[in-house]
């Protein structure tokens, strides 16, 4: 299923310019360089369209926006969209202030994303921007938790999204949805504990960016490629570190361990993955 | 002795927003994560007053201060207060340059601190505020090193900086003293290596707050019972990176580990404190 | 060869302050601890001066360069050389953007370095400086990776840059060349693999500084000494990853681990160095 996809992302090592979020940013340049690419951080307005310029993919993450560097994200992603630059959107804590809900309906506006990756709760506030003059109220949508019995209409939502923003939309959880408005893969890799380490879903969005770059024309294949690989990555790493005696901790590290020597092979045994 | 405060910290993953320095913020993360509260970091002036509205505790630390964001610390912590939330105040090098005794100085005035959770030299930096006019100098109060010696003084210093702020007094170091106006709990918990690594004070100040959100009322115990947990940890963790072989980088990862997975029983049994 | 210079880093343990960036913080904080310095971190222009003077070395790292902490480096940088500090350049992604460039060059026109510290591509963006006028070309100098066929120019020019900073210049690679204006230490330590974690580099700069700073009047060889101990532990950590089943994620703690045990036996028994 996704044959082809590791093999180009090791060819070509990707650079991705990441604009992103200073908690997890350490562990998204680790990621990134784990699973083939190569980061390159910078966030500064006077810098980030010549650096873009020198990158395949862009990350645009809202984790820790500042008022001084939001100028960066705007400039950037326009660079991007005029290079042809897959950009990937991360709306990191959309709802958690109107400064990230407006700067998010402000980038969604302006900037093409080739990607949006969120949790379902993130998620909906992208969904509502397009939602606007809708019935809708807020908790509808593709707001709720993924769950066996609210996957149909997920998957409808996502595609329905992914439609009217031209991105393919990827809703990681317990069960992720990656979507483009044809298809839909439905993945059930990854572990609980991934949630009790910081950063999980910044550095699938880094990877993400990675495998797209590495991956043109076959964009939702290789979100799909990647949010399998993060999944299994990150279920080999706990178990790992439940094996050897420990947790959280080790688990972090073996996460990079384990997807810096990802295989096809690997990764086709162990996807757990519909395709609708 | 700290029945209770574990599982109720597990019970409700309080939400904790950290106005924190960039050095250590993602093991801050993963700390308040392990220890099962639920962080948020943001630190623009445009948002932090809704991002702490969001959550149940505050944590304000002025390790890499800066000017544009330093109105965020007076916001978030007067928002706070507002709402009832504990708000815990870490002063990361207090004595290094004016910039941030001033700060500090005028939080002090102008937030309730639930705790205040420091080292001695940074302790002494905030209890000298308390002090102007007073005939002590620099080096007297709870400025020296915490030893058998000079025990019986921290104790007494500390209270007294308890019953002037209104908030518990956490003076780490090779001996800890928790104290209020009434209690104070001597720790000696903990591990000299647990100083070459960045950032224990730091994480320790985050357990804090998630520990205080989840056992209102309760204040004094729970910051004991997180300074206990948090030395007890480093001592595990030190112990089994050295019988693995290593070192340093080990210990970070089974410190996380450790807190991860740490049970009142464990806790019970390794804590090593006095109630004076 | 490096006899004294482990030993005069654990006895001083200098306090070094970075201003560096915003990825790879936590990792040179750590292997500052590591290798037996004290870090600080701070970068805003109203308090650098003070903290650099409270230090015993400086190091100026332009991974992350924003527009408002861009005064921190001259100003820091200019208080440390009145100071007698030394001071270490680490000119990441110079050429990335005008940004970059100009600030590194205006940096080298105000502030006199001890070392400066680079990949060959960033050297050569360092070097072209103080080439301005002559013949050369982009792709001259330093600027291509260091091998077996280009080390005696590499050398040369390194030599030069010396010369005419007045710094002791490392150029960091496959093969690392650590030069004066008289000598030149080539040192072939390292593995390839460090290239896949972030922040090597920058954590060497970190090191230096503290190595510098507690061998004064010895700066070429500490430099030298610090270039061989970092790539022996990376060596001996990616080994230990290895047998431990790991890849990247251990070799990451295992760094740490081994620079925080390095003794000097260990260091002139794994040192691969030639001086010239």
Same mark, same amino acid.
């Given at each position: ?62 984790? #820790? ?49 080739? /990607? ?25 949508? /593709? ?54 380490? #910081? ?8 990877? /993400? ?10 964009? #939702?294949?290789?979100? !799909?490629?990647? /949010? ?8 080999? !790493? ?39």
């Amino acid at each position: 299923m996704f044959e082809g996809i590791l093999e180009r992302v090791a060819t070509q090592r990707p650079l991705i310019h990441c604009i992103t979020n200073y908690v997890t940013i350490t562990d998204v340049a680790n990621m990134v360089l784990a699973c083939g690419g190569s980061p390159i951080m910078a966030d500064d307005p006077q810098e980030v369209e010549e650096v873009t310029a020198l990158c395949d993919g862009l990350v645009l993450n809202t984790g #820790t926006l500042h008022t001084h560097t939001i100028p960066s994200v705007f400039l950037a992603g326009k660079r991007a969209n005029a290079l042809g630059h897959p950009v990937v959107l991360d709306p990191v804590g959309a709802g958690a202030s109107r400064l990230r809900r407006d700067t998010i309906h402000q980038l969604l506006e302006q900037v093409q994303f080739a /990607v949006i990756r969120g949790n379902s709760s993130e998620m909906r506030v992208v969904a509502q921007q397009h939602l606007t003059g809708a019935s809708r109220g807020v908790d509808a949508g /593709v707001g709720d938790a993924t769950d066996e019995q609210n996957l149909e209409k997920v998957v409808r939502d996502a595609q329905s999204l992914s439609r009217r923003t031209g991105a393919v939309i990827a809703i990681t959880g317990a069960i992720d949805v990656v979507a483009d408005s044809q298809r839909a893969y439905i993945i059930r890799n990854g572990h609980p504990m991934m949630e009790r380490i #910081t950063g999980t879903g910044c550095m699938l969005t880094g990877m /993400v960016a990675a495998w797209c770059a590495a991956n043109p024309g076959d964009t #939702t294949r290789a979100v !799909a490629a990647a /949010v399998c690989a993060m999944g299994l990555c990150g279920q080999l !790493a706990w178990e790992r570190a439940q094996q050897e005696g420990g947790g959280v901790g080790l688990m972090r590290a073996h996460l990079a361990d384990f997807m810096g020597s990802l295989t096809t092979k690997q990764l086709e045994e162990g996807k757990r993955v519909e395709l609708r």
